[in-house]
């Protein structure tokens, strides 16, 4: 990520940030729509800033703050693809991470990048759970479908007359 792409991305999500509660009944629903399709006990909007991990939205069990390096969804918004992690444990990019190796136990990680206005990457809608698990080319279909609902929601909250 180049500095230019860095600086519009904080802004935006400074932004979205400031219009959190706003968000909150359409994310949550997103998220809702994630866990119990998939099974899993969390799913969460997150955004990334220069430093953290803010999670916006979130069901079932979910993480509200952490360090930016401890992410996978920062890991996500490096990349226009999703990143399916079946088993974080045995993954040579998360197997030492302590959200693997301490609560909550992250095992499995699907997370779709969140690309609004096809260049800002403001983080991942994602689903999570401590056991391992095979995910489809369907489900990554599926959960493209409810990222994207993300990203409108956010997209109409930015720009309310279109």
């Known amino acids: 990520m180049d500095r230019q792409e860095m600086s519009a991305r904080a802004a935006v999500v400074s932004k979205i940030l400031k219009q959190r509660e706003a968000l909150q009944p359409l994310l949550a629903s ?4 994630a866990r119990h399709r998939f099974g899993v ?3 969460m909007v997150n955004l990334i800033d220069d430093h953290r991990q803010v999670t916006v939205a979130g069901s079932g069990h979910v993480l509200d703050v952490i360090p930016r390096q401890r992410s996978f969804c920062n890991t996500t918004i ?15 990019a998360f197997k030492d991470n ?4 301490g609560p909550p136990y992250i095992r499995f990680y699907a997370g779709v990048p969140l690309l609004f206005m096809r260049e800002v990457r403001l983080g991942a809608l994602c689903i ?8 489809s080319r369907g489900d ?9 609902q993300v990203i409108s929601g ?9």
Request: with cysteine; glycine share 0%.
């Open 41 to 43: 006990p969390s799913a």
């Open 154 to 162: 956010i997209a109409h909250a930015q720009f309310p007359s279109f």
């Open 78 to 92: 490096r990349s226009d693809v999703p990143l399916i992690v079946e088993d974080a444990s045995e993954h040579a």
């Open 128 to 135: 999570c759970d401590q056991k391992r698990r095979h995910f």
């Open 140 to 148: 990554i279909a599926e959960l493209e479908e409810l990222a994207d």
């Open 30 to 33: 997103v998220c809702d729509q």
């Open 98 to 101: 302590p959200l693997v190796t």
